[in-house]
């Protein structure tokens, strides 16, 4: 599943002491959704050079009503110009 990146929160502490970056997306399929990427994840490094806004990401999995931090993110598309994206 593919989606572009919209939004990318600065990183927050959450409620358990870990940080976090909420990612917001634009879906291929139409519609929104978001993730919450922690940084003392593992997973994060697949994550931290893909998180600038107006990336298209490929590899997106649903977990419920969110972007599953655990997918596997593939940049598909990166614009040339990302300013006047939105």
Do not use: H
């Not at 939004?7 to 993730?35: I, N, T, W």
């Not at 994840?41 to 999995?61: A, F, H, R, S, V």
């Amino acid at each position: 599943m593919k989606g572009t990146i919209t939004k990318v929160d600065p990183p927050r502490r959450g409620s358990g002491g870990r940080m976090y970056r909420l990612v917001c997306f634009r879906m291929e399929q139409g519609g929104s959704a978001r993730s919450f990427i922690s940084e003392n994840m593992k997973n994060y490094t697949k994550w931290k050079p893909l998180l600038e806004k107006g990336n298209i990401i490929d590899g997106l999995k649903m977990k419920g009503d969110l972007i599953d931090g655990d997918s596997v993110p593939v940049l598909f598309f990166k614009p040339e110009k990302q300013e006047e994206l939105f």
